[in-house]
């Protein structure tokens, strides 16, 4: 099973420029477009799919994800509107199905489980998980037991070392942890947020952000460090679940010089 993980679009309405400075529009569609020549079986996306939550911009993320032949798993971020995201997202023909009502919770069947926590707060850029989140969790990572299962956030659960962003991560993260150590199914936790990819381990399990298709945050880990971005290609994970194992790909977005004989 092949699951390509994109993150952090930040689509903006057409003619506008993501924080002033890129046009996001672009790198959004040539992100999926390379991402679907691999042939994924599932598409995930972590979050901030717009910049304002507004209609215009869904109405652009509705059109590109489309277009996808291949069922999508996309939960909101915190740049996201909880309803304009239910109510665009949900005309998808291939979006996982989202609720009614409440967070945006999903959860996408295969091989691989992947279930989509929505942990943000409206109104606020941090993340928080619930007792409602763990019940909901527990419950569903209940029902399949033997399904190796991502769980997938927007704001990671755990800090990076980039104090600027660890201060609006998801807090209430011991709840997550118990959770999650019920459940040795869980062979990754997946996060957006930090728009940069970062690996480390969360409740023992091996837990990763997702590099963004705008623009990536400055690798700035001094302590009280100025808050910046860089225009780095935007770039995008391959979950490979392949043996019993599941191996996950880094892959810048661009034409590159190549490919080259390497034998
Ligand atoms: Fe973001």
């Known amino acids: 099973m092949l699951i390509a993980h994109l993150s952090d679009p930040h689509l903006c309405p057409p003619g506008t420029l993501y924080q002033s400075v890129l046009d996001t529009t672009p790198r959004f569609p040539e992100a999926l477009a390379q991402a679907a020549s691999f042939g994924p079986d599932l598409v995930i996306l972590s979050g901030d799919v717009t910049e304002h939550g507004d209609a215009e911009s869904y109405a652009l993320a509705c059109e590109l994800l489309g ?6 798993l996309a939960i909101p971020g915190n740049h996201d509107d909880r309803e304009g995201f239910r109510a665009a997202l949900s005309q998808l023909p291939n979006l996982v199905s989202l609720p009614d009502t409440g ?5 996408a069947e295969g091989s691989v489980r992947v279930v989509g926590l929505d942990v943000t707060v409206p109104g606020q850029h941090h993340g928080r998980i619930e007792a409602s989140h763990v019940d909901w969790l527990d ?6 037991r033997d399904t190796p299962t991502m769980v997938m956030l927007h ?30 199914q869980v062979i990754r936790v997946l996060a957006g947020h930090v728009h940069r990819f970062t690996l480390t381990e969360f409740a023992g399990r091996p837990a990763l952000t997702a590099p963004a298709t705008a623009t990536s945050l400055a690798l700035r880990l001094a302590p009280g460090a100025e808050p910046a971005s860089v225009t780095e290609p935007a770039a ?3 979950h490979h679940w392949s043996g019993g194992r599941l191996t996950t790909h880094f892959q810048p977005v661009g034409d590159f010089p190549g490919p080259h004989p390497f034998f």
Request: glycine fraction near 6%; charge should be neutral.
């Open 139 to 144: 419950r569903v990572l209940a029902a399949a």
């Open 103 to 107: 967070p945006l919770h999903a959860v």
């Open 236 to 238: 995008f994970l391959m």
């Open 155 to 184: 704001q990671p659960p755990f800090t990076t070392g980039i104090g600027y962003i660890d201060d609006y991560r998801c807090f209430g993260e011991d709840l997550l942890a118990q959770v999650i150590h019920r459940h040795p």
């Open 67 to 72: 277009k996808l032949p291949c069922p999508i």
